[in-house]
């Protein structure tokens, strides 16, 4: 049996089944699912969530027979390829899809409430069945008191005497057809990790409407076509695929190596960012196709000895690629990274295809300040001893003038894919670290409306329970702890951001270790810095801000950590470690700032950029 779903009938059935014949069948599935019996808790539990829907169900029967009884009522439906995530009772009631989460409190805590609105909304968002129909979040509180009830946020929070009620309130009259709703497409977007795994492992990738508006599978195929020409006509062809931060630059160049390699076999995607390969090859268990950019350069580009058999060479964040300066610091070169690439282009036999992948924002690191231009003196006569083709977006047209340039609107990838329900996060963390707070806050409603929270605490404690309380059942859920490398007072607040606690751990273990894991993120231990987390992602980061960037009133005030190596604006490569912070996580954010007054001015002006507190148990149970 391969059913996603504990139980499922109609409401007639369920009311008619015995309990113990539909305890029976949730027992086997949560076997199958995890492989282990359930808890005796767990098997309590259940017991009292059919007791509960019994008398609800039985309720609304007495009261409209002749709709009610045609209700569905699925039990644990897994949500596919979501690591296990099953909300509690799903109803279909007419055309509403009444989503149900049973708690034992008294009263529902914010993570409680989170929780069964991100089922909600990733029914609605993800799931054929659900689309264009009312998907309505319950929140069930078992102990709470007789009739109590309120609306929170767009979920119901409701004690069982009141789900009667707020049943037949959100029913509608036309009827779901439960085989085909429970048989109907469900495309979540895979993690980055999940989806070169799945690439890898030649599994299909779920096709999210969101990703195929914005336009990834064209430009993976434009790319594809760019090569295939190159190899018929012996072109050397240098492609730029733009994005905003999370947009799928990085899943792009992971499918377009997928397919080239199974064209000719000879392709390989390249990164200086070491964590983001490291954590790649451990997931993938190989280390062919994910390779470190400096090595490949070490080896491929400082002599002209060995000539590597790919065809195809896609590089992560090329706009961040070491400049001749730096070369010249680390390596005694005296040349920049794209320049060796080029030449290690010019040399591979016939054709060859190029392509950068070119983020916002995202430059850390010293070295990475000189942008496009390099690329541009790479390409160009006398660096370049062969003629190449240039296809970028058209806004990065201007970069390359002068040259062989073709622009795609394909190579423009606008819209981010890292956060499931924030598109406009990037725009929000622009405006934050702008300092432009008013505007900020105007577009933290539209996150927040789109079930995306953030949340700040200067407890930290609090912060760790949150995100606990927010996945409990989840087990393949990723929550952590992100700090600034610069910010040198959170070591007193127990959380050491400094460089031999963050150099010793194993990034790769960090975030690929399943909860229970001292190694995992989830443990809540150790936070790993911009450094760490750069081009990938938490469901849930904690991000742990300190004083190296402090609000004066008016204005952030930073205090950048003076590196050996030379910077251009160290300030700027400072505002771009918060900006990678602040847009890791893919179902919300949550901000810590420790309890010291100097540290105050940065609460306010996170408020006054639209985070909200951290509500409490009864600031959630007093809304109405």
């Not at 085909?180 to 999940?194: H, M, R, T, V």
């Not at 700040?456 to 393949?476: F, S």
């Not at 859920?477 to 910010?487: D, E, I, K, R, V």
């Not at 954010?589 to 507190?613: F, K, M, Q, S």
């Amino acid at each position: 049996m391969d059913e996603t779903w504990g139980w499922a009938g109609s409401a007639g059935d369920f009311l008619s089944s015995a309990s113990e014949v539909v305890l029976s069948s949730l027992v086997a599935h949560h076997s199958r699912l995890l492989m282990q019996p359930p808890s005796s808790t767990q098997r309590r539990a259940w017991e009292a969530e059919i007791h509960t829907m019994r008398t609800a169900l039985r309720a609304c029967v007495e009261a409209e027979p002749q709709i009610a009884n045609d209700w569905s009522v699925v039990f644990e439906f897994e949500l596919p390829l979501e690591g296990g995530r099953r909300p509690d009772v799903v109803v279909l009631a007419g055309e509403g899809v009444l989503v149900i989460e049973f708690k034992t409190h008294e009263l529902p805590t914010v993570a409680d409430v989170d929780q069964v609105l991100g089922y909600a909304r990733d029914l609605h968002d993800y799931h054929a069945g659900c689309r264009d129909r009312r998907v309505v979040p319950m929140l069930l509180l078992q102990e709470a008191a007789p009739g109590f009830a309120r609306e929170y946020h767009g979920a119901w929070l409701l004690s069982p005497e009141a789900l009667p009620r707020y049943l037949h309130e959100e029913a509608g009259e036309e009827r779901i057809d439960l085989h085909g709703w429970l048989d109907a497409p469900y495309s979540p977007l895979p993690s980055l990790i999940e989806a070169a795994r799945r690439i890898f492992l030649h599994k299909p990738l779920p096709h999210v409407h969101t990703a195929i508006a914005s336009g990834i599978p064209e430009t993976v195929d434009l790319l594809g076509r760019l090569a295939e020409r190159a190899s018929i006509e012996s072109e050397r062809v240098l492609a730029f695929v733009a994005g905003v931060p999370g947009a799928g630059k990085t899943l792009v160049g992971l499918r377009l190596v997928y397919e080239r390699s199974g064209v000719d076999g000879r392709a390989t995607f390249l990164s200086g960012n070491g964590p983001l390969v490291a954590v790649l090859q451990d997931a993938l268990r190989s280390r062919v196709f994910v390779r470190d950019l400096h090595a490949f350069i070490k080896t491929y580009g400082l002599t002209e000895r060995r000539t590597p058999e790919e065809h195809v060479i896609v590089f992560d964040e090329a706009q961040r690629a070491w400049d001749e300066a730096y070369m010249w610091e680390k390596r005694g070169v005296e040349a920049s990274e794209p320049a060796l690439l080029v030449r290690v282009g010019e040399r591979i036999d016939g054709w060859a295809t190029l392509v950068g992948l070119v983020g916002e924002g995202q430059e850390i690191h010293s070295g990475e300040e000189s942008g496009l231009q390099q690329w541009k003196d790479a390409a160009s006569p006398p660096t370049a001893t062969c003629s190449w083709r240039i296809h970028c977006p058209p806004r990065l047209v201007s970069e390359f003038e002068g040259l062989d340039v073709h622009s795609h609107d394909e190579l423009d990838l606008t819209v981010t894919l890292r956060s499931r329900r924030a598109e406009h996060l990037h725009r929000w963390v622009a405006l934050l670290l702008e300092g432009s707070l008013s505007l900020a806050a105007r577009l933290a409603m539209r996150i927040h409306e789109q079930v995306y929270p953030m949340y700040l605490t200067r407890d930290l404690d609090e912060a760790r329970r949150y995100v606990i309380d927010r996945y409990e059942g989840e087990p393949e859920a990723t929550y952590g702890l992100l700090a600034s490398s610069h910010a040198k007072m959170l070591a007193r607040h127990g959380v050491d951001n400094g460089y031999m606690a963050t150099s010793r751990m194993n990034i790769a273990k960090w975030f690929n270790s399943p909860k229970g894991d001292p190694s995992s993120a989830t443990a809540l231990a150790q936070p790993v810095t911009e450094f760490g987390c750069q081009g990938l992602e938490l469901d849930l980061p904690v991000v742990c801000w300190g004083e190296d960037c402090n609000w004066d009133g008016g204005s952030w005030r930073l205090t950048p950590v003076r590196r050996r190596s030379r910077q251009h604006d160290p300030e700027q490569l400072l505002r771009n470690a918060y900006r990678v912070l602040l847009t890791r996580g893919r179902d919300g954010l949550v901000v810590w700032i420790p309890d010291d007054r100097r540290l105050d001015h940065i609460e306010t002006a996170l408020l006054a950029a639209g985070i909200r507190p951290m509500p409490g148990t009864a600031d959630v149970a007093a809304y109405a």
